[in-house]
């Protein structure tokens, strides 16, 4: 269904370049240059005070920036967004740092970013708002008398009813919802976590469908499990090698690429190769885990922790199993061009995909495209990924048990062809049903079929 007027999106970040680039960014460049539209985001640059928006694009759809000042960017994005909400959602309440300061300017720019949507809005505008920063969004357009569609998309794990008592105020998160007609989420657990929650609320009411009732408002929760550009990863891969890795003749690659955050299992990855590596067999061929994982949010203190125990557990790890002319453990803390990325997945005889908690994790998808269907690698994919529930021919693992992972990396070293290519024509029928396109499209006429707010 065709949207009545323009296509609004809000994101934490704006592309800034001329042509995006990017799975999501692709997707939604081209969403609003068919629809025609506005691009709101945060510029990445620090203020002085307070401005108003400024327009960095125009064409098809027009791109729109606003600034943070210093203390908004302490207490809105390093603060309540990734001290609070991001361990909240990532099952690691026990790292949570609530400082009801940073919450008051996490509301504020809210507020503020509010203000700056409503002013441009115009009546049939669909308004779609991303991600964990922009929570309360909804609920203070609302405020503000906008009755627009208001879609929400959630990229990370939607949290369990169970740790939602962490916030000082449980009740903020369903009400904050409440203010979109459609909330998107990444996998089925995610949509149950979601219904169980307002399931606990006496005000709200439980339809079918993922339909709900919420005092007065009425909104719907879905599973949209996002997806990639597959021709376009699967293009860069055959288009790139993958450089001088300098691999000593026949030494096989397992590949991890991750932000570095504690989510991601990186630690215990770590182990479970240092334990396969310690269980091989005199004679059997070398294997070496790439681990490319940039930083990200490093004044946060959690994130200094997790670098320097990664840190150390690769020199323990090489100091034991090393030889003149191999390393076991490559690690590489900072970002690669997403070409040499392509040309790395397809190179790879094993990509570890292992976070403790994920709301999809496109790598899982990116590498499995890139692979030559004649000779495909193998994926080894969490259960805590929303992936998980895509990807059947992945070898699922439970990352908390190192003893059988390190036994999956093993088995998946060792998997006959026909079984490798039987689980890769799996999984890539899956991603060519489920595109990045799919989902962008999917969302979109979901949401506008939804019924218009009356506000008052």
């Not at 700056?116 to 809005?121: F, K, M, V």
């Not at 203010?179 to 998107?184: A, Q, R, S, V």
């Not at 100091?319 to 590489?332: F, S, V």
Request: charged share 25%.
């Amino acid at each position: 269904m065709a949207a009545e007027g323009r296509l609004i999106v809000v994101s934490n970040r704006i592309p800034t370049e001329a042509t995006p680039s990017g799975g999501l960014v692709v997707a939604l460049h081209q969403a609003l240059t068919g629809r025609g539209g506005v691009w709101i985001g945060s510029s990445g640059e620090l203020a002085e005070a307070p401005g108003p928006l400024r327009r960095i694009a125009s064409g098809a759809y027009e791109r729109f920036a606003f600034d943070l000042t210093e203390a908004e960017h302490e207490g809105f994005y390093l603060g309540y967004a990734n001290s609070v909400l991001w361990p909240l959602f990532h099952r690691r309440a026990d790292l949570i740092d609530v400082q009801e300061a940073e919450r008051q300017v996490y509301l504020d720019v809210n507020d503020r970013v509010a203000e700056l949507i409503a002013g441009i809005l115009e009546p049939g505008d669909m308004v779609w708002i991303h991600d964990y920063h922009f929570l309360p969004l909804g609920q203070a357009l609302r405020r503000r008398g906008v009755g627009n569609r208001l879609g929400f998309f959630l990229h990370i794990p939607f949290p369990a009813p169970s740790d939602a008592p962490a916030l000082p105020d449980r009740r903020v998160l369903p009400e904050w919802l409440a203010g979109y007609d459609l909330i998107g989420l990444q996998a089925s657990r995610d949509v149950r976590n979601c219904i169980d929650l307002y399931g606990k609320e006496p005000t709200a009411e439980i339809g079918s469908n993922g339909r709900l009732r919420f005092g007065d408002r009425r909104l719907e929760v879905g599973a949209f499990p996002i997806g990639i550009d597959v021709d376009a990863i699967r293009d860069a891969a055959e288009a790139t090698e993958p450089g001088a890795l300098m691999l000593a003749p026949g030494t096989r690659l397992a590949l991890g690429v991750d932000r570095l955050d504690y989510s991601k299992g990186l630690p215990q990855r770590f182990d479970a190769f240092g334990k396969y590596l310690g269980a091989r067999e005199p004679g059997e061929l070398r294997t070496t885990l790439l681990q490319i994982a940039p930083p990200s949010r490093e004044d946060v203190e959690a994130y200094k922790d997790i670098r320097h125990q990664l840190e150390s557990m690769a020199g323990s790890v090489n100091g034991e199993h090393a030889a003149l002319d191999w390393t076991p453990i490559r690690y590489i803390r900072r970002q690669l061009p997403r070409d040499v990325l392509a040309g790395l997945y397809r190179r790879a005889d094993l990509c570890l995909v292992t976070p403790l908690a994920d709301g999809m994790n496109l790598v899982a998808k990116e590498y499995v495209a890139a692979q030559d269907g004649a000779d495909p690698g193998v994926l080894i994919l969490s259960h805590f990924a929303g992936a998980a529930e895509q990807l059947d021919g992945a070898v699922m693992v439970n990352p908390y048990d190192t003893e059988r992972m390190a036994k999956a990396i093993r088995d998946g070293l060792a998997m006959s062809l026909g079984d490798r290519q039987a689980r890769y024509l799996s999984m890539m029928q899956t991603l060519r049903e489920t595109d990045i396109y799919w989902w962008t499209d999917t969302f979109l006429d979901r949401l506008a079929r939804r019924p218009l707010v009356r506000v008052a």
